[in-house]
C-alpha cells in the first residue's frame, strides 16, 4: 500500500513538473491501479486552471491516513497562535 502511496504521489508532482492533461493523467492512473488488488480512489483539482479528476469518486471510502494531514494543519495553526506548543502532548477524542 506505502509504494501504491508513493507512486501516486509522484504521478500528481508529475502533474505540475510535465504539465500533463488530465486524460494523459486518468490514463496513466488507471494503468497503476489496474496492476493492484485493492480499490483506488483519486481526485484531483487543478489550482491554475480548475479542471479535476476522479477515479472512483462515487464511492465513499474511510480517510484513513490522509485524515491526520487536517489534525496536524489544525494542531499547527493553534501553535501559530500561542494556543498548543509543539513539545505539548494532546488527545483527540472522537465527538459525536
Do not use: C, W, Y
Not at 5 to 23: E, G, K, Y
Not at 79 to 90: A, F, P, R, S, W
Request: aromatic share 6%; charged share 25%; no cysteine.
Amino acid at each position: 500500500m506505502k509504494k501504491l502511496m508513493l507512486i501516486l504521489s509522484l504521478s500528481l508532482f508529475s502533474v505540475q513538473t510535465f504539465a500533463q492533461n488530465m486524460d494523459e493523467l486518468r490514463k496513466e492512473l488507471n494503468e497503476i491501479i489496474t496492476t493492484k488488488n485493492a480499490t483506488v480512489g483519486v481526485s484531483i483539482k487543478g489550482i491554475e486552471n480548475k479542471d479535476t479528476l476522479s477515479i472512483n469518486g462515487n464511492i465513499s471510502m474511510p480517510m484513513m491516513s490522509v485524515f491526520k494531514f487536517h489534525i496536524a494543519l489544525t494542531v499547527l495553526n493553534e501553535v501559530d497562535k500561542g494556543k498548543l506548543n509543539l513539545k505539548q502532548k494532546i488527545f483527540i477524542k472522537k465527538k459525536i
